[in-house]
């Protein structure tokens, strides 16, 4: 159990190494849970479902986002859909542990400013939780 359970979002452009920070962090801090995301995108050998993401329709993939059961979500080399399920990060807190997301981010070319991919952010404070202090 973490001291101070909370969310840490680890966000960067594909291929920016964001695996490999968040390969060490688990590696060196057991206590830190790294979320496992929905995709719409098929398995590839060897993925499992809720182990390597969760492996979700096109149809289910939708439902998350009109229910607002996804923190973030985004489209990924304009064809498959990426997203943190708001129900397994609670879980991880509930239970003291300190969760880490991996969140693809692209910089703009004219400002080279990082943003989150198109889609859809959603981190609302929620009663006795804050998700980002401030």
């Keep these: ?6 969310l840490t979002v680890l966000a960067g452009p594909t ?3 964001k ?3 968040s390969t060490y962090i688990r590696d060196n801090y057991p206590e830190v849970w790294l979320s496992v995301s929905a995709t719409t ?3 590839r050998p ?9 492996f979700k329709s096109a149809e289910e993939f939708d439902e998350l986002i009109e229910k607002g059961e996804l923190l973030e979500w985004a489209v990924v080399h304009g064809r498959n859909r990426y997203g943190t399920l708001r ?3 609670d879980a991880a807190i509930d239970e003291g542990l300190s969760v880490l997301l991996e969140i693809i981010s692209r910089v703009h070319a004219k400002s080279r400013r990082p943003s989150l991919m198109p889609g859809s952010c959603s981190w609302p404070r929620r009663a006795g939780r804050k ?3 401030g």
Aim: proline content about 10%.
């Design 15 to 17: 291929a920016v190494g």
């Design 46 to 54: 060897g993925e499992v479902d809720g182990v390597h993401y969760y």
């Design 87 to 89: 129900s397994t990060v």
């Design 19 to 21: 695996g490999t920070v």
């Design 1 to 6: 159990m973490s001291k101070n359970p909370g």
């Design 41 to 43: 995108r098929p398995p």
């Design 131 to 133: 998700w980002f202090a």
